[in-house]
């Protein structure tokens, strides 16, 4: 049976939730000021693994959910047939550039249908 989760960890978790791309060194300021008492390298790393903030080998956390490993490998060979990952992330990242001027992905494509719109007419 599972270890009920202390205060503490209960407290980080939340506040991971708030931010989870914070570093260490912040995460741990953060959580210091916000309730005035120390936390500890480990409670951080467990905190991070309740929240489902780390990755295993086995599965990784995606935006809908986790993502199989049976998803990992047809991803990994439709990567294959466009190059492979490493140029599919030299294409991610230039879109992503891309994405970000327009608000995220949804907005960019809604700036091409319009600007496609245009085109025609």
Same mark, same amino acid.
Not at 30 to 56: D, M, N, W, Y
């Given at each position: 049976?599972?270890?009920?989760?202390?205060? *503490?960890?209960?407290? @980080?978790? $939340?506040?991971?939730?708030?931010?989870?791309?914070? *570093?260490?060194?912040?995460? %741990?300021?953060?959580? +210091?000021?916000?309730?005035?008492?120390?936390?500890?390298?480990? %409670? %951080?790393?467990? @905190?991070?693994?309740?929240?489902?903030? =780390?990755?295993?080998?086995?599965? $990784?956390?995606?935006?809908?959910? =986790?993502?199989? %490993? +049976?998803?990992?490998?047809?991803?990994? +060979?439709?990567?294959?047939?466009?190059?492979?990952?490493? /140029?599919?992330?030299?294409?991610?990242?230039?879109?992503?550039?891309?994405?970000?001027?327009?608000?995220?992905? /949804?907005?960019? +494509?809604?700036?091409?249908?319009?600007?496609?719109?245009?085109?025609? *007419?």
């Amino acid at each position: 049976m599972p270890r009920p989760k202390s205060q *503490k960890m209960e407290q @980080a978790i $939340a506040l991971l939730q708030t931010m989870p791309k914070a *570093k260490l060194g912040e995460f %741990v300021t953060a959580f +210091e000021k916000a309730h005035s008492i120390p936390i500890s390298q480990p %409670v %951080v790393f467990l @905190a991070k693994k309740h929240a489902g903030l =780390t990755r295993s080998h086995k599965k $990784a956390k995606g935006p809908e959910g =986790t993502i199989s %490993v +049976e998803q990992m490998q047809k991803i990994k +060979e439709m990567a294959k047939q466009h190059g492979g990952i490493k /140029e599919i992330r030299k294409q991610l990242a230039k879109l992503k550039t891309i994405a970000d001027e327009a608000g995220g992905f /949804e907005q960019l +494509e809604q700036c091409f249908d319009i600007l496609e719109e245009l085109k025609r *007419k």
